[in-house]
């Protein structure tokens, strides 16, 4: 079977293989055998095909607790795994027994460590009296409380001298600051002075939300000897007794992002410094927090990148080496990381993003968090590229419908995801009342209202999934991701206040602490945005693999089948010498370079700018030499360098030399669109990143052909209508509602079918190569693929449907309430129901007198808030979960006469838990972040609830159209 041919026999019938995963909190590992196996059968039923399991905090602290990777744990964990196997149902599991890495066995001295600096400007002449540990110990102390004294170490005294202009004219460095209590002595001559004092101290940053017996701080992600303690703790403890399932249930180890804010300090930092970039990082510390020279963003890149390499030496490479040794699959989120997240990406077996924050079901380039996870993952052969999804999607818990949740998978799929790790999912014990939570307010699971009906939801990821992980991506663009950059300057994040503290941050994190993947996120963001609104896909490409992936082919960048026609520059100032090599290679080959901004002007770190300064030199002239052109077009070889001064102007020359891939008309910038291949066949997924409904037509750059458009929430696939090819593109016309999505499909080998540039029917099909329309009036008109336009009438439009008049509405306890002959309309408006949380359900008739023959039946819901189930003379019509609300009515189920309409509708569960704090009682404490019902919720109203309508049953009648 073709991939093509899988994929149509996937989005028909989705698999266990594809479906969503999630995480499995086990609060304070209180579970028992019997419940676990239960909840694995109720997300199996609910359409959930594996699991992170992840030990948190004790909810109820009255229940007896295990402590994480103890025999009595792993116990249970194997049950899972028996039970798992027997149902073709993944497992993994979270290294740690929190959220970060680290517990009871990290001291002061192996936890996280920052350097800091405080800063204070002085005339002299003077004398300096003063006792200059205390000095840097109250500018910590809001932060670290009244612990921190005996860790803070002073590490060395700078004064700089400047000159009228401000311009530094003497560094004086003293490297024995004086003990804790001793008074620091110094006489200023005449002049200005900046007074820099740098010291160290533990954060004191502690494992979230951590499950019994491993409370404690989080380990120094730099210091091999605790890494290699925390690896023996968890991924060591339990891998002989997982190795039985490495080839079945248990897929292997899972690690969250490593986000240590601030930790920029290891013990053996300046030693190692020395050694790997060959000078004294002490005496040039304040270059950290300031340009003093023309050295200073070079002596910044090089402490990141010493960090960074320790980082991996340390931490990463003995995790996947002992992950390796076991046989099993390493699930790797990089975010956080010191380290280049692309270069961990690359070697994850499933490298992960993540979606969180309630922005994640809006359009936008999340670089951070799923676009360099995916570009890399792409690159490197990794097939399945999981991302951790809907976390914080909303604030409350219970203010998280299935539509947002949608909208979100939607915009995580356009950055390159694949597949879905719910966040997520807590056991609970089934006389839990009300079901267990974890803290995040993002709840999927039991005590949701709507969990009930998951399933057709999971049923929309998992054909997602399955087309995107079976075909191949289409991107034009390289974007350079630029790390060397994005280490030079941090000081456009958190400038260097006089008299305040300053520790190196990034502001896109808000906390201090290097983010790499934060960092060339904020860098290149500017840029991202108007390619991808302009109409073209981009991935991003760091250093290692253009070293060692990239070819040029034909004047396009390859990277492992990956065709890209242009790589771009986004304000790129340094540069590894060996890039700087390999660039022009490819350049002199054919390939084409578009510089944004700027042009690069250094090498990366001072160290080895340097050591290959005259290398550089002789590159850039002849990839930027002086006097070019007048259009900034610099032919190198066979290739091109270009200079454009902004994105505007990026974007009008990728206009000029390729076209964009997808046109929108009218435009539209909460527009989305994936373009992949199979098997020859082009295919795009297009989603409205809106609450609005939107009428367009989409122009695709490919040639003529047969095409298809599939509903991934149906798993419907008709031959489409209405498309015509113009001007070079294929243009389709589709009519998307608030958040909804399709799946065009062209195949240029076949021929097109019948054609129609519009019509006024309810529905037109293509069926055996003849245009048939659906209608419900007996007015309509066509206009046909050669422009001639065609009325059509009716005398019977199918019969007549007289719809349902006034409901019978039933609401369940604890409410038991019956309305009878009652008119549609919001639960709120009355006081008996407006705190009402659940299902009711609806039931009236509708009357149809006519013939059956060539008509079929649609019913129309109206407004429903939020999930309603259809039934019809006793059968199962569907579940709505999301606009449109219309449902198609399968063949013999409407009869002449009068049918039984029931609805089951289900609002949110936020209306009830306005008043409900019974829930409060599993709040934990302080340290694991609160666990209300209702997180930060602005306006404590109920929301709006129930079957709105109007309801309409639609008799169509078949119209031969041509």
Not at 285 to 311: C, F, H, I, Y
């Amino acid at each position: 079977m073709s991939d093509f041919q899988e994929i149509r026999r996937l989005f028909t019938t989705p698999e266990q293989r594809h479906r969503p995963w999630t995480y499995w909190w086990w609060p304070g590992n209180s579970v028992t055998k019997k419940n676990l196996t239960a909840q694995l059968d109720e997300m199996l039923d609910k359409g959930i095909g594996g699991a992170v399991i992840v030990p948190i905090y004790a909810i109820d602290e009255t229940q007896p607790t295990i402590e994480a990777f103890s025999p009595q744990w792993n116990d249970l964990v194997v049950h899972v795994l028996k039970e798992a196997q027997r149902r073709n149902f993944l497992i993994w599991l979270n290294i740690g027994g929190g959220r970060l890495p680290g517990g009871p066995f990290v001291t002061e001295q192996t936890a996280c460590q920052r350097l800091a600096a405080r800063s204070e400007r002085l005339r002299g002449p003077r004398r300096i009296d003063a006792d200059i540990w205390l000095y840097a110990a109250k500018t910590h102390q809001s932060q670290l409380g009244k612990a921190v004294g005996p860790h803070l170490k002073l590490d060395s005294i700078h004064l700089l001298h400047r000159d009228e202009r401000n311009r530094v004219r003497e560094c004086i460095f003293i490297d024995n600051p004086p003990e804790r209590g001793v008074r620091w002595i110094w006489s200023l001559e005449k002049g200005i002075f900046d007074l820099i004092v740098c010291f160290r101290y533990p954060t004191g940053q502690r494992v979230a939300h951590a499950s019994p017996g491993w409370e404690g701080l989080v380990l120094d992600p730099y210091n091999g000897e605790v890494a290699r303690e925390f690896i023996h703790r968890t991924v060591e403890a339990f891998g002989d007794t997982g190795k039985a399932f490495a080839s079945s249930s248990f897929m292997g180890w899972y690690l969250e992002g490593f986000e240590a804010p601030g930790a920029n300090y290891t013990p053996d930092l300046y030693e190692q410094f020395l050694k790997r970039r060959g000078y004294d990082l002490r005496r040039r510390l304040p270059d950290l927090w300031d340009n003093l020279d023309k050295d200073s963003e070079g002596v910044r890149q090089d402490m990141l990148r010493t960090l960074a390499e320790l980082q991996t030496e340390r931490f990463y490479d003995p995790l996947f080496e002992a992950i390796e040794r076991q046989g099993l699959k390493f699930m790797l989120q990089p975010q956080g990381a010191t380290s280049n997240v692309m270069a961990l990406a690359a070697r994850a077996d499933y490298p992960a993003g993540e979606a969180i924050g309630p922005r994640t079901y809006e359009k936008y380039i999340d670089a951070r968090g799923r676009r360099f996870i995916s570009s890399s993952a792409r690159m490197h052969g990794q097939r399945i590229i999981p991302a951790e999804c809907y976390t914080r999607l909303h604030q409350s818990r219970y203010c998280v419908s299935l539509e947002l949740m949608k909208a979100s998978t939607d915009t995580t799929f356009l950055g390159g995801i694949n597949h879905v790790i719910n966040h997520g999912l807590t056991y609970t014990p089934p006389d839990a009342e009300p079901p267990w939570a974890y803290c995040e307010p993002t709840l999927i699971g039991p005590g949701q209202t709507w969990w009930p009906h998951y399933r057709p939801f999971s049923d929309y990821v998992a054909r997602l999934s399955a087309l995107v992980q079976n075909s191949v991506s289409v991107q034009d663009v390289l974007m350079y991701a630029p790390l060397a950059d994005s280490f030079a300057r941090t000081l456009e994040s958190i400038p260097l206040k006089r008299g305040l503290d300053n520790t190196w941050g990034q502001e896109l994190t808000g906390e201090p602490g290097i983010d790499s993947g934060a960092a060339m996120g904020r860098h290149t963001l500017p840029c991202a945005d108007p390619i991808d609104e302009a109409g073209y896909r981009f991935d991003y490409i760091d250093a290692g693999t253009l070293l060692n992936a990239a070819r040029c082919v034909d004047g396009n960048y390859v990277v492992n089948g990956y065709c890209y026609k242009i790589m771009v520059f986004h304000r790129v100032g340094y540069l590894p010498i060996e890039v700087m090599r390999r660039l022009r290679e490819l350049i002199r080959e054919g390939c084409v370079l578009v510089a944004v901004g700027r042009t690069p002007m250094g090498l990366y770190g001072k160290a080895e700018s340097e050591a290959h300064a005259a290398e550089f030199q002789e590159i850039l002239d002849e990839l930027y030499p002086q006097g070019r052109t007048k259009d900034n077009i610099r032919p190198v070889g066979k290739g091109l360098v270009y200079e454009v001064e902004t994105p505007v102007d990026l974007v009008r020359l990728l206009d000029e030399r390729i076209t964009p891939d997808v046109r929108v008309d009218p435009p539209d910038p909460n527009f989305g669109f994936l373009h992949q291949m199979a098997d020859g066949k082009h295919i795009y997924f297009v989603s409205n990143c809106s609450q609005k409904n939107r009428l367009l037509r989409l122009g695709m750059r490919i040639p003529d052909g047969r095409v298809e458009v599939w509903d991934p929430i149906t798993g419907r696939m008709a031959e489409w209508p209405l498309s015509i090819h113009e001007e070079g593109r294929l243009w389709v016309t589709l009519d998307l509602a608030s958040y909804q999505s399709y799946v065009v499909v062209v195949d240029p080998a076949r021929k097109p079918g019948p054609r129609l540039r519009h019509h006024t029917f309810d529905d037109v099909e293509i069926v055996d190569g003849r245009l048939i329309g659906w209608s419900s009036t007996n007015r309509n008109s066509a206009t046909l693929e050669n422009g001639q336009q065609r009325e059509f009438m009716s005398n019977n439009a199918g019969g007549h449907v007289r719809p349902p008049g006034l409901w019978r509405i039933e609401f369940p306890a604890p409410l038991k309430l019956v309305l009878e002959n009652a008119k549609l309309k919001c639960w709120t408006k009355s006081a008996k129901t407006r705190h009402f949380s659940g299902f009711a359900t609806y039931t009236s008739d509708f009357e149809f007198s006519g013939r059956l023959e060539d008509v079929r039946f649609e019913i129309d819901l109206g407004r429903v808030f939020e999930v309603a189930e259809v039934r019809i003379n006793g059968q199962t019509i569907g579940v709505s979960w999301k606009p449109p609300r219309s449902l198609r009515i399968p063949d013999g189920v409407v009869k002449p006469g009068l049918n039984r309409i029931e609805i089951a509708v289900c609002n949110l569960g936020h209306n009830a838990h306005l008043l409900d704090k019974s829930d409060s009682k599993w709040e934990p404490r302080k340290s694991y972040g609160q666990t209300r019902a209702v997180r930060g919720v602005k306006k404590e109203e109920p929301l709006p609830s129930g079957l709105h309508g109007p309801v309409r049953v639609r008799a169509l009648h078949r119209v031969e159209i041509e």
